[in-house]
């Protein structure tokens, strides 16, 4: 009997979990590790943001989860919809206040204790029952919450940096009861000496009354200036979901009626009134206004919008009364896709990160092996218990590993952060790396280097013709056409010379042009000529040598002068082009369009190497022969036949005016369509990388550092809680610098934020 192997269990749900009670990178690593042995699931928790992202099989709920969470010693939950944190305004967060009010107390009372130690001059008859009486609230109530959590880990058979914290501040407290009690150290008149290092007093008589007090209060103040630094670096993503509008107008048998933008479905006709938010994504059913997206994209400029045109939840209108039916509501909306991509992007974790984690994870259990060795050690040395129990203590307080469990997660709630606030969307911390190797920018051409709409250039009109009559007629004509060379043609002419007329008997030639009747004369565009007289041959010969579609226009059998077409290009492409160079990148123009109109468009934005005239599947091939010449390949695109060449590249940049595909695949969205961004994505992501980077480099050297001089009797154990908690600290305040990070259109004054 044969039996079949089991299938591979594949991932079928995807949960993110929020996490309460950690206090330190080590927890998150046990979470994580409790998580991933379950069958089948994998996990990634960030100590953060406090969250941890889980993909789990088919015959695994989110309450089992929850449940391996809790008997681990913490808490779990989902986390509440997008919608509702929206509603939410958090600004008097319940742990924050409630450590606010810990620190004062603690830090209020152990000020006298720390000075009665440290000036001799103060200490009065009997001063040391005044510091016990000062610092025993500091120690069992202000430290509870590092000692609550270290006995729930011991409950579980784990240790993190409140075990370190704890067994410091305790042993502290516990030394100097019983010098006072059983000791010399309560005698009338005793008197103390402070000394920045480790002292060789007289065991019964040392108190280490202001370590204990001390070192509680400092650890408090890292906590707090950690806490607060956390939330300001989540700011961003908060104020992103806090964009959108509370309730709307929606149409109802002819009449407005307000309702929450809960309420809204697709479909629905909903009225935006001057300086009003537009609720949802839609498309503007009547009415012209230009519409304010600085809030989202970073876009300066109001756009114009008329009936027909997309507009965006989350805008603002700056004109006139729109009214606008509903596309996508709820989480298919623009504004909380953004939200999403940047939630992900924050909850991920980058290479480098998982090397801290796994140091943090180990790091607690050495420390207190390395805190018992070096309290042999100076024992054994003969110095005496007193030198060894200060440097133990010194051990165990200065090596708490937070800095390591910070370095990343905060750079990347700021950077991804500001990345929104400026409409980059970094998809996740992986990313990063790539922005740092890419030396290569695939630019596609038509949406993305150029506007992707054609408009009307040159206008080329006979002798003995009037121009205005020449675009008069050609414009009434091709108004009956949906071309978009005809589209370009009535705009044109409508621009130049205002109203069009009537036309009349219009027929359309397919693959030659259109023809009919106007103001009498009968009008034809296209190719409907037979050969062209010298004048008008060699100016379609200009314009298509310049990259232009021509267009003949005659009328009465004669052909009367030529339009010159095109894709125009974006006004910032060129700019755009000198910003990536000066980022060390090669610009690369590819493009389905003719030879002659990429060499064009290059030469007018500054690009040397074309590759041109390919097909939408083999932009992707175009991609690999990059990279197969040992480039590193970032490509910007737009359209549906980009999104392969986007997946395909070391770094894919989506202009997020494109279509959604191309969006999905890319690594970093764009969200509005000015090539200018994508250098900014660039330098941010670099940036981002570089913080992490940096914050690692002063995490561990300063933990290598610190551990020798503390085991070597160099550092009082209040010095080394200061030092440990101002680590934390110093990570975090550095991360927060991204918030400064400014786009190159801001740093040179011009427009764009």
């Not at 974790?349 to 060795?373: C, H, N, S, T």
């Not at 042009?513 to 100016?539: I, N, Q, W, Y």
Request: net charge negative; hydrophobic share 50%.
């Amino acid at each position: 009997m044969t039996s079949t192997p089991e299938a591979p269990t594949a991932p079928a749900a995807e949960v993110e979990l929020l996490i309460g009670g950690m206090t330190c990178a080590s927890c998150a690593a046990r979470i994580e590790k409790k998580l991933n042995r379950i069958q089948g699931v994998t996990a990634t928790v960030n100590y953060a943001t406090e969250k941890a992202r889980v993909s789990y099989p088919a015959g695994v709920e989110v309450a089992d989860l929850i449940a391996t969470v809790e008997r681990t010693g913490y808490t779990a939950e989902e986390p509440t919809p997008v919608e509702a944190l929206q509603e939410e305004a958090p600004q008097d967060d319940p742990e924050l206040v409630s450590l606010r009010g810990r620190l004062l107390v603690s830090a209020l009372l152990a000020a006298p204790v720390v000075l009665l130690a440290m000036v001799p001059a103060l200490q009065f008859d009997n001063w040391q029952w005044l510091s016990l009486t000062l610092a025993a609230p500091v120690v069992v109530w202000g430290g509870l919450p590092f000692h609550r959590a270290a006995f729930t880990n011991v409950r579980h058979g784990a240790s993190t940096m409140d075990t370190l914290v704890s067994l410091g501040t305790l042993a502290a407290f516990g030394w100097s009861l019983w010098a006072l009690f059983l000791g010399d150290a309560g005698m009338p008149g005793m008197r103390h000496g402070f000394d920045l290092t480790v002292s060789r007093t007289d065991a019964s008589s040392t108190l280490y009354l202001e370590v204990a007090a001390g070192v509680t209060a400092f650890l408090l103040l890292g906590r707090y200036l950690e806490a607060r630094a956390k939330r300001h670096a989540g700011a961003a993503l908060r104020a992103l979901m806090e964009l959108g509008a509370k309730d709307v107008a929606v149409l109802r048998d002819g009449r407005e009626v307000r309702v929450p933008v809960d309420a809204l479905g697709v479909g629905d006709l909903f009225v935006v009134r001057p300086g009003e938010k537009i609720a949802t994504d839609g498309v503007v059913a009547e009415g012209a206004s230009a519409v304010d997206a600085s809030l989202l994209t970073g876009e300066s400029v109001p756009v114009d919008v008329a009936p027909g045109d997309p507009v965006t939840g989350a805008t603002v209108n700056a004109g006139g009364r729109l009214v606008v039916r509903a596309t996508r509501v709820g989480a298919d909306t623009r504004l909380a896709r953004m939200a999403k991509l940047v939630e992900e992007a924050q909850s991920g974790k980058a290479e480098v990160q998982r090397l801290a984690d796994r140091v943090a994870a180990v790091f607690v259990p050495v420390v207190i092996a390395l805190a018992l060795g070096t309290l042999g050690f100076w024992l054994g040395s003969g110095a005496g218990p007193t030198p060894a129990f200060t440097a133990a203590v010194a051990v165990l307080i200065i090596a708490c590993p937070c800095a390591l469990g910070l370095a990343t997660p905060t750079a990347l709630l700021v950077g991804t952060g500001r990345g929104a606030q400026l409409g980059i969307l970094i998809k996740g911390p992986e990313v990063l790396e790539s922005t740092r190797r890419v030396d290569t920018v695939v630019l596609d051409k038509t949406g993305t280097v150029t506007t992707g709409r054609m408009t009307l250039h040159e206008v080329y009109a006979a002798e003995g013709t009037d121009e205005k009559q020449l675009l008069r007629l050609a414009g009434a004509l091709e108004h009956a056409s949906e071309h978009p060379v005809a589209r370009a043609v009535v705009a044109g002419a409508e621009e130049r010379v205002g109203p069009l007329p009537e036309v009349e008997h219009f027929e359309n030639v397919p693959g030659r042009g259109v023809r009919g009747r106007v103001d009498g004369h009968e009008v034809a565009v296209g190719r409907l000529f037979g050969p062209l007289g010298e004048e008008l041959s060699r100016a379609r010969a200009e314009a298509e040598s310049g990259g232009r579609t021509a267009v003949v226009v005659g009328w009465d059998g004669e052909a009367r002068g030529v339009l010159a077409v095109a894709d125009a290009v974006k006004d910032t492409s060129a700019e755009a082009v000198r910003e990536l160079r000066a980022l060390g990148l090669t610009p690369v123009l590819l493009t389905g369009d003719n030879r002659a109109v990429a060499e064009a468009v290059a030469h007018e934005v500054g690009i040397e190497r074309v590759v041109a005239e390919v097909l939408p599947e083999d932009k992707v091939d175009a991609v690999r022969r990059l990279q197969a010449e040992g480039r590193v390949v970032a490509m910007v695109g737009d359209g549906v036949n980009d999104a392969a060449a986007l997946a395909a590249a070391d770094l894919g940049l989506a202009m997020g005016t494109g279509t959604d595909a191309a969006i999905e695949a890319g690594d970093l969205t764009l969200v509005r369509g000015d090539l200018r961004v994508a250098a900014d994505a660039i330098r941010l992501s670099r940036r981002t990388l570089a913080t992490i980077k940096g914050n690692l480099v002063w995490a561990f050297g300063y933990n290598v550092a610190a551990l020798p001089l503390a085991a070597a009797g160099l550092l009082n154990p209040m010095i080394a809680g200061a030092a440990m908690a101002f680590s934390s600290v110093f990570v975090v305040t550095n991360s927060l610098r991204l918030r400064t990070f400014r786009t190159a259109d801001a740093a040179h004054g011009r427009t764009g934020r």
